[in-house]
């Protein structure tokens, strides 16, 4: 992946610690929530000490009917509330089982975003305490459907909306965001939101559930995330048309007017945040997305979870998966049908691993890894009309049209999907492939469910149970000859919470492909044997706080091996230190 960007560069490396860009800034707990205990006093500061009515409308403080009767006579709340104390257990229960009642995800996800706008502590020990069975509600599947409603359900600003009417000015947008210790921003500009296409303005919805997740799976604080959302209008002309939409109405701004907008932006979050800020670039389409990477990779600490996060959660995937079909990473065949930047991303990162076990050079280990297109498979005779991320893959054989004939032809022990196409794989295609491996591995990665390569079911039914298989988007488990099939969700949520928490800790100022390595590897360790002996490949989401610090760990070791930590002295416990670091969500006494 690096090797890519690096020629996109001028192979100027994220290590050379550009002159361009100083180290300075950063970012400090400045009310002392991260040093307390839990049973320490906090004070409530709002811009003021938050008390009365004004504390009841104040999310990040409000506690409904938890206030003491110490603290209501103390924060001028008497009257204001009913009579009953209760514990935030009992909060819990009653909101979950409101929840249980409702009948569709959406409204689900309403009630979610209307807690977190009431009571912010409240939502995320719902979160935290549920989370395989909140996770698709606040985020894939059931987020693409609120982005695709945005406009109808949009209720109030949840971050930052910078359009090209602020060009100029994005400096001062920044500033008006109340939080000053930002730590993490997630960026999008709607383009290519998930398997859904461009949503414009609309694409909101994505960089405020990443950053849900960044909070309840990898423990960054509410207050220091940041979600952004660049308008440069939409080229969706339903969303155009429609009077409820919230966006730009006009078409996309492309080339040296956007070019423009988002290097002013970069620029004014170094500015107003420091240099350890982690950019994490979200859904923009294949274009814009390697060009911001490989432009920002050296100067700015710069993240994108389509391209390295996806990356990073397969590769884990598949190193975990070979305790099952055996063999090593290098004996293994892999066919991608998707070849923008989450399938090249992927196959970068297996490439870089398998050169790293092998110590045969990536130029090599990248002939294991085939990638079919909407024009075929690439090869060597399409080379000159390929874009310049597709390039690495193309290898020496005769031109093939379609997948099915890939798959005849390559004979995959791998088959993934990152097309964004639903139902691509195929009975035929799956049949084909359990013809010649005993265990084939298929990971339909492509999100959200309806956009899904092939459904678990399917997987299992067309294999005769004998696929390994994972997926992007959720599936129930099936049974299938008397034996049930969990299937395993290659899902980003793995990854990029513990990866952020990482990088934030150690006080990262770039990152490298041997980041996403180590976290890839300490995923794999976290599966056991009782998950593999239900076909899983992933480790159970109940255990995720866990498995993120130790991906947080594993990176920030990383990071202080490769010289870009500024967190000194290293924690002798960088698991431990993880641990320590991570937000929680029970409420605090106040004074």
């Known amino acids: 992946m690096e090797s890519t960007l690096k020629e996109m560069r001028g192979g100027e490396s994220v290590l050379d610690l550009s002159p361009k860009a100083t180290v300075g800034g950063g970012v400090e707990d400045v009310y002392g929530e991260d040093c307390a205990t839990e049973e320490q006093l906090v004070t409530p500061w709002a811009y003021s000490v938050a008390s009365g009515y004004s504390l009841l409308r104040d999310p990040h403080h409000n506690?409904?009917?938890?206030?003491t009767e110490k603290e209501r006579d103390s924060h001028y709340l008497l009257g204001l509330l009913p009579p009953a104390v209760v514990t935030q257990q009992l909060q819990e229960k009653k909101l979950m089982d409101n929840l249980r009642k409702y009948q569709v995800p959406l409204q689900k996800y309403m009630a979610m975003m209307e807690l977190q706008e009431r009571n912010e502590r409240l939502f995320y020990k719902l979160l935290i305490d549920n989370v395989e069975e909140l996770l698709p509600i606040v985020y894939t599947p059931t987020v693409g459907e609120a982005c695709q409603k945005y406009g109808s359900i949009f209720r109030r600003p949840q971050g930052l909306y910078i359009s090209l009417k602020e060009k100029g000015k994005v400096l001062d947008v920044l500033k008006n965001w109340p939080e000053r210790s930002i730590q993490v921003i997630?960026?999008?500009?709607?383009?290519?939101?998930?398997?859904?296409?461009?949503?414009?303005?609309?694409?909101?919805?994505?960089?405020?559930?990443?950053?849900?997740?960044?909070?309840?799976?990898?423990?960054?604080r509410p207050s220091a995330c940041l979600p952004v959302t660049i308008d440069v209008g939409t080229n969706n002309e339903q969303l155009l048309k429609d009077e409820f939409y919230i966006g730009l109405r006009q078409r996309r701004a492309?080339?040296?007017?956007?070019?423009?907008?988002?290097?002013?932006?970069?620029?004014?979050?170094?500015?107003?945040?420091?240099?350890?800020?982690?950019?994490?670039?979200?859904?923009?389409?294949?274009?814009?997305?390697?060009?911001?990477?490989?432009?920002?990779?050296?100067?700015?600490?710069?993240?994108?979870?389509?391209?390295?996060?996806?990356?990073?959660?397969?590769?884990?995937?598949?190193?975990?998966?070979?305790k099952l079909i055996?063999?090593?990473?290098?004996?293994?065949?892999?066919?991608?049908?998707?070849?923008?930047e989450a399938g090249t991303g992927i196959a970068e990162l297996i490439a870089l691993e398998m050169s790293k076990q092998t110590k045969i050079p990536v130029e090599e280990t990248r002939k294991k890894i085939w990638l079919v297109d909407s024009k075929g498979l690439i090869v060597n005779s399409r080379k000159e009309s390929l874009q310049h991320f597709k390039k690495p893959w193309a290898h020496d054989h005769e031109p093939v049209k379609d997948l099915l004939g890939a798959v005849k032809a390559i004979k995959p022990t791998v088959l993934i999907g990152s097309s964004g196409v639903g139902r691509t794989f195929t009975k035929e295609i799956i049949e084909t492939l359990a013809s010649f491996n005993e265990k084939p591995l298929i990971m339909a990665l492509s999100n959200p469910t309806s956009q899904?390569?092939?459904?678990?079911?399917e997987a299992y039914t067309w294999s005769q149970g004998h696929a390994i298989f994972a997926s992007g988007s959720p599936?129930?488990?099936?049974?299938?000859?008397?034996?049930?099939?969990?299937?395993?969700?290659?899902?980003?949520?793995?990854?990029?919470?513990?990866?952020?928490?990482?990088?934030?800790?150690?006080?990262?100022?770039?990152v490298h492909d041997d980041m996403l390595l180590a976290a890839s590897e300490a995923l794999a360790k976290q599966v056991s044997d009782e998950n593999y002996n239900k076909g899983l490949i992933y480790p159970p989401f109940s255990n995720i706080r866990k498995i993120s610090a130790n991906i947080a760990a594993?990176?920030?070791?990383?990071?202080?091996?490769?010289?870009?930590?500024?967190?000194?002295?290293?924690?002798?416990?960088?698991?431990?230190?993880?641990?320590?670091?991570?937000?929680?969500?029970v409420y605090r006494s106040y004074r």
């Open 452 to 457: 899904s390569e092939c459904t678990a079911e």
């Open 554 to 585: 594993n990176v920030a070791a990383k990071a202080y091996e490769l010289g870009v930590a500024t967190h000194l002295p290293r924690p002798a416990n960088l698991v431990k230190y993880a641990e320590s670091c991570m937000y929680s969500p």
């Open 326 to 340: 055996g063999g090593t990473l290098a004996d293994h065949k892999f066919l991608f049908l998707g070849a923008g």
């Open 186 to 220: 997630v960026v999008t500009d709607g383009e290519r939101i998930l398997g859904l296409g461009d949503l414009g303005c609309q694409g909101m919805g994505i960089p405020v559930g990443k950053l849900s997740l960044y909070t309840a799976l990898g423990g960054v």
């Open 475 to 510: 599936f129930d488990p099936f049974e299938y000859n008397g034996k049930v099939f969990v299937p395993g969700q290659a899902n980003n949520a793995y990854i990029f919470p513990g990866f952020g928490l990482g990088l934030v800790i150690s006080g990262a100022i770039r």
């Open 254 to 322: 492309t080339g040296q007017e956007y070019a423009d907008l988002l290097h002013e932006f970069m620029s004014a979050v170094k500015q107003n945040y420091g240099e350890k800020v982690l950019i994490q670039f979200e859904d923009f389409a294949n274009h814009n997305a390697f060009t911001l990477l490989a432009k920002y990779g050296t100067t700015h600490l710069v993240f994108n979870d389509d391209i390295q996060g996806t990356a990073s959660v397969v590769l884990a995937g598949v190193v975990a998966a070979l």
């Open 63 to 67: 506690k409904g009917l938890a206030f």
